[in-house]
């Protein structure tokens, strides 16, 4: 996913946000996580331990019941597609 280009606009990840229902700091997590940053910058970019960045994305996995980064991802990508008013051209889409 660093590929420079964000998936989501701002106003996309907001719409999805209130879809998500989860606490604002798993949000944080997740946005980072679309950055393609590691656990490790996610932890320095929120300024809060490794394992608590792995804390939460325990509990994101539980939440959305996948089992990993790739999972979750998918999983976010199609509830936003599933989104009323919102079709799969609304997404950025990289070609490189």
Not at 19 to 24: A, W, Y
Not at 47 to 57: A, N
Request: hydrophobic letters at 40%; a negative charge.
């Amino acid at each position: 996913m660093p590929s420079g280009e964000p998936i989501f606009t701002e106003c996309q990840w907001e719409l999805l946000e209130e879809r998500m229902v989860l606490p604002p700091r798993q949000r944080q997590v997740i946005r980072h996580l679309f950055d393609g940053m590691s656990d490790k910058q996610i932890a320095g970019a929120l300024g809060v331990s490794l394992p608590t960045v792995r804390s939460h994305l325990g509990r994101i996995y539980a939440r959305f019941d996948v089992q990993d980064r790739t999972e979750l991802v998918l999983h976010v990508v199609r509830e936003f597609i599933a989104m009323d008013g919102i079709s799969d051209n609304d997404i950025v889409h990289n070609d490189n």
